[in-house]
């Protein structure tokens, strides 16, 4: 099986590369705006007539698109996560290789949820800011292009190669700080967030399955189960072995706050600094996951302590 994967060099799409390169079955090339993908191509300016006709040459059976932008602001959110598949679904449409197209979409399609409550794919989309809205634009192209197409809608994804940016690599970070400077008592704020966190070697078995699989429309990934980010920072403490106290600060629930270093360099045990939680979700949010098990065969196998050990042996490493 040949396979085309965009977005090869992101957070997800190495694994998701390293999946498929496990399989001797897949033939696998890699395009990308890098210097080592194995074709340079930018989607959010390059024409659906290029990408058509090396669609043409290379002729995939399944092209796999993990590639976009989760920061920015809406202009480049839409040319990095609209305007870019509107050019893949274009194309495969052009294109003689009839390929089959797995896309990966994101839980910020969906928009804040109610507290308690499994969010399956018949749920009525609000996304909550510009990334979401962008990503769901995204969906609704491939939904509506008549190619034989799925939408991978992925829920909280962690382990190790974790963003920096995103929650729990900052809460990485932020430990790994305190515990490098000796200090013994962490102020961490904005811990009542409860995502559904599926660990991104479970995303990526989760799309080598939806390749080799015959399922379209919407498949969400993830594990079922919310956890708050302050089980999260509990498991994280003890996995890393930090022995200071947890302090939770008083927060608006959708804004987590880590200590410094501020603008001007101050260390760890200064005023906390809050980031707002960037996904538009609100408080909470659990996935339906019955569809990915009936219609892929796929269930998440690996838990989130193991996810967070991953996460902490790379921030360690920096001590």
Known sequence: ???LLIGANGYLGRYVAD????DPAVQLTALGRGDDADVRFDLATGSPGALTRFLDAVHPGVVVNCAGATRGGARELTRHNTVAVA???ESLRRSGCGARLVHLGCASEYGPSQPGSSTAEDAVPRPGGPYGVSK?????LVLGS???AVVLRVFSPVGPGTPAGSPLGRLAEAMRRA???GDNELKLGGLGVQRDFVDVRDVARAVHAASLSAAQGVVNIGTGRAVRLREAAAVLARVAGFGGSLHELDSPPARLVIPGPGPEGHPVGSPP????YPDGCGTWQQADVRTARDRLGWRPRIGLEESLADIWME???RI
């Open 19 to 22: 999946r498929l390169l496990a």
């Open 87 to 89: 050019t893949v679904c």
């Open 146 to 148: 008549g190619l034989d």
């Open 315 to 317: 921030a360690a490493c």
């Open 1 to 3: 099986m040949r396979v």
């Open 179 to 181: 515990m490098q400077s």
């Open 136 to 140: 769901l634009a995204a969906t609704e």
């Open 273 to 276: 600094t809050t980031y707002p």
